[in-house]
């Protein structure tokens, strides 16, 4: 995890970019659920809609979490009160308004479809429901415009959960076999010469000692040897 709150984050899965290692570094993930939330939330909807700042602030303690309804906090823990999953959403539905788990899916798929008429008619059905379960009707239609909100940039939690568990298990051999793990990544890359100059650098900010080339000790690959990484 200090690699990720340090942005080394070179040749980690969906965790490369310039952008995201400026947001780890800002973010500070300490869970595993933290980089679920940040692979979901460094899409283009969020990121200017504001919502990874409203993440990062409410998960430094800069903003307090609110919640709408006291309904919505076990559903919403995990991201600091911001909806961040498709997922969410089909429970808050589920919850909130009685929809089943089918009817939840298709509110998710409308939101997707982003058709009017069909989003008109999912917001009379959960403003009923919500309603019908002696939730007030403003609230409940708050709570449907903050699902709205969200069906522009919605993202689900299983397909995040998978690029996340990828980059922790990527994350740990770089954290823990650096050496091993930066002879592997320059292998990879090393016909892109821009990315094996990052590389480089990245070896140098991680303490590993890159090795000359030499005619009697080189391989086609790079190397890990007792003293560095062999070029």
Same mark, same amino acid.
């Given at each position: 995890?200090?690699?990720?709150?340090?942005?080394?984050?070179?040749?980690?899965?969906?965790?490369?970019?310039?952008?995201?290692?400026?947001?780890?570094?800002?973010?500070?993930?300490?869970?595993?659920?933290?980089?679920?939330?940040?692979?979901?939330?460094?899409?283009?909807?969020?990121?200017?809609?504001?919502?990874?700042?409203?993440?990062?602030?409410?998960?430094?303690?800069?903003?307090?979490?609110? $919640?709408?309804?006291?309904?919505?906090?076990?559903?919403?823990?995990?991201?600091?009160?911001?909806?961040?999953?498709?997922?969410?959403?089909?429970?808050?539905?589920?919850?909130?308004?009685?929809?089943?788990?089918?009817?939840?899916?298709?509110?998710?798929?409308?939101?997707?479809?982003?058709?009017?008429?069909?989003?008109?008619?999912?917001?009379?059905?959960?403003?009923?429901?919500?309603?019908?379960?002696?939730?007030?009707?403003?609230?409940?239609?708050?709570?449907?415009?903050?699902?709205?909100?969200?069906?522009?940039?919605?993202?689900?939690?299983?397909?995040?959960?998978? $690029?996340?568990?990828?980059? $922790?298990?990527?994350? $740990?051999?770089?954290?823990?076999?650096?050496?091993?793990?930066?002879?592997?990544?320059?292998?990879?890359?090393?016909?892109?010469?821009?990315?094996?100059?990052?590389?480089?650098?990245?070896?140098?900010?991680?303490?590993?000692?890159?090795?000359?080339?030499?005619?009697?000790?080189?391989?086609?690959?790079?190397?890990?040897?007792?003293?560095?990484?062999?070029?």
């Amino acid at each position: 995890y200090q690699l990720f709150v340090d942005g080394q984050t070179y040749g980690i899965f969906q965790f490369e970019s310039s952008g995201m290692r400026q947001i780890l570094r800002q973010a500070k993930p300490r869970k595993f659920e933290d980089l679920i939330a940040l692979n979901a939330l460094y899409r283009p909807g969020p990121i200017k809609g504001g919502m990874i700042d409203d993440f990062i602030n409410r998960k430094h303690g800069r903003v307090e979490v609110r $919640y709408e309804l006291p309904e919505l906090e076990p559903i919403l823990a995990d991201t600091y009160g911001v909806i961040a999953y498709q997922e969410q959403v089909m429970r808050i539905s589920n919850v909130l308004a009685g929809f089943s788990l089918g009817e939840a899916d298709l509110l998710r798929k409308a939101m997707g479809k982003k058709n009017p008429a069909l989003m008109q008619a999912q917001r009379d059905k959960f403003v009923a429901g919500a309603t019908g379960r002696g939730i007030s009707e403003k609230k409940s239609t708050r709570v449907f415009d903050l699902m709205e909100q969200f069906a522009g940039y919605g993202f689900n939690k299983s397909h995040s959960t998978a $690029y996340a568990l990828l980059a $922790y298990q990527t994350a $740990y051999l770089k954290a823990n076999y650096p050496w091993h793990f930066m002879a592997a990544l320059l292998t990879i890359e090393s016909q892109n010469t821009a990315k094996l100059a990052s590389y480089l650098h990245e070896c140098r900010e991680l303490r590993v000692p890159i090795l000359p080339p030499d005619v009697n000790s080189s391989e086609l690959a790079f190397t890990v040897r007792p003293d560095g990484v062999r070029f």
